[in-house]
């Protein structure tokens, strides 16, 4: 079957359709700046990467490209549009509602309306990719694969904020975490290739990109994980903060003049790497700016490493153990500096690093850990695509 996958932003459109048979990607591709001007890439599978500036002025227009690039009979990957079986939407947050993956119905659209609250950002932009969707397939099945939802499994003690507890209970305000499908597919493929037992396992995912975070998955389900209400808990990130005192929040208000919004959008789009290096949010730019004496540079990645490997070793005290760490997304799994940084955090307990073999590991499944170590550690490339197109399939 084809399944295509939506991964629908506010002005952004990711897209790709899989062959649910074969796992491979048949085609890909990306729509930018939807509401603003427009610009469009399709690549077919083998095929070149084709790329054009073209007008979209809402997601529909965007659906439609890319439902005619697919179908486009040069180089197009599917004869008709009745060649896609079945859509899956990435959906950011699913709240206390959404525990796993579901059908796309009326009452599942009104419950991800219901949700909005709690990511603002995310949750209508997906919503108008569903509608887009529903509107120019109206008989094809789709399916919503959540953010969140790995996490839900998390007991009280671990998603439970330290407030006056009726904010819970009004307001569902709690720790909910995010990055669920990639930490899922992470953590079950890399008990995989390292041969443990995924229902009697401890595993410590790393998922570090732009956005980072940490999860340990106990026994195959999340117990615990970095990133809170919204994705601003946890890690230094590309832009983000990660923890931080909230009071931070009344004193900047009082000494910068500024409102609570000001400040949340400070913490969320101008700290993090790019805040405290001045540099950049990506890390090769902070890489190479370190090699060439850039203090603030260094200091940022010195910062994330110094975090990551904190929650690292928390994770392994909430499980009373790790059998296996993986590291995924671009920094983890490209990098063997930045894992070889993190895990020198780590010998106290057991991990040994195989140098080369973490040097040459980048974007393959790869053991870097050496045979005596007394803890796994893998870079495991996540595919979240692919795993929206299982979820997809499982639910069919
Ligand atoms: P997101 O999906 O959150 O936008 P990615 O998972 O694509 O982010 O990760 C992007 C980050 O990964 C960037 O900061 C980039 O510099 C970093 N990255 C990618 N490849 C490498 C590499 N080979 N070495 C170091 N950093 C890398």
């Known amino acids: 079957m084809n399944i295509l996958v939506i991964n629908c932003g506010s002005s952004s459109l990711k897209y790709q359709v899989i062959d649910s048979e074969t796992e491979l990607v048949k085609a890909k591709g990306l729509c930018e700046r939807i509401g603003i001007d427009g610009h469009f890439s399709y690549k077919p599978e083998g095929g070149i990467k084709e790329e054009a500036d073209a007008p979209m002025p809402s997601h529909t227009e965007a659906v439609q490209m890319v439902l005619d690039a697919l179908t486009n009979a040069k180089t197009g990957v599917l004869k008709s549009l009745d060649e896609i079986d079945a859509i899956g939407h990435r959906v950011v947050h699913g709240g206390e509602k959404f525990t796993g993956s579901v059908l796309i119905t009326d009452e599942v659209i009104r419950g991800i309306e219901e949700e909005s609250d709690l990511a603002p950002l995310h949750n209508p932009a997906n919503i108008i990719g569903i509608n887009a969707c529903r509107q120019l397939m109206p008989n094809v099945p789709m399916v919503a694969v959540f953010d969140t939802a790995f996490h839900q499994s998390m007991p009280k003690k671990a998603y439970t904020y330290a407030l006056p507890y009726e904010y819970y209970e009004k307001y569902k305000v709690r720790r909910y975490g995010f990055h669920g499908t990639s930490h899922s597919f992470v953590s079950r493929h890399g008990a995989e290739l390292a041969h443990l037992d995924y229902g009697n396992s401890k595993i410590i995912v790393c998922h570090l990109g732009n956005g980072a975070s940490v999860t340990a998955v106990k026994n195959g389900e999340s117990i615990d994980t970095s990133m809170g209400l919204t994705p601003l ?4 990130m590309g832009t983000r903060t990660g923890d931080i005192d909230a009071s931070v929040v009344e004193y900047l208000c009082k000494k910068e003049g500024l409102t609570v919004e000001e400040v949340l959008n400070i913490f969320n789009k101008k700290s993090g790497l790019a805040g405290v290096s001045g540099v950049s949010s990506d890390f090769r730019d902070l890489f190479s700016a370190s090699e060439e004496g850039d203090e603030r540079a ?25 059998d296996l760490i993986c590291f995924t997304a671009g ?11 993190i895990l020198d955090y780590l010998t106290f307990m057991g991990v040994k690093v195989d140098q080369e073999a973490n040097m040459a590991a980048s974007g393959v499944d790869a053991r870097i850990s050496a045979d005596d170590s007394r803890v796994m550690v893998y870079a495991v490339p996540t595919n979240e695509e692919l795993a929206i197109a299982r979820e997809t399939i499982a639910l069919l």
């Open 331 to 341: 920094l983890g799994e490209n990098s063997g500096p930045a894992r070889a940084r």
């Open 298 to 322: 260094g200091l940022a990645l010195d910062m994330f490493f110094y975090r990551t490997a904190k929650y690292i070793g928390a994770y392994a005290a909430a499980m009373n153990g790790v």
């Open 233 to 236: 808990e946890g890690l230094v």
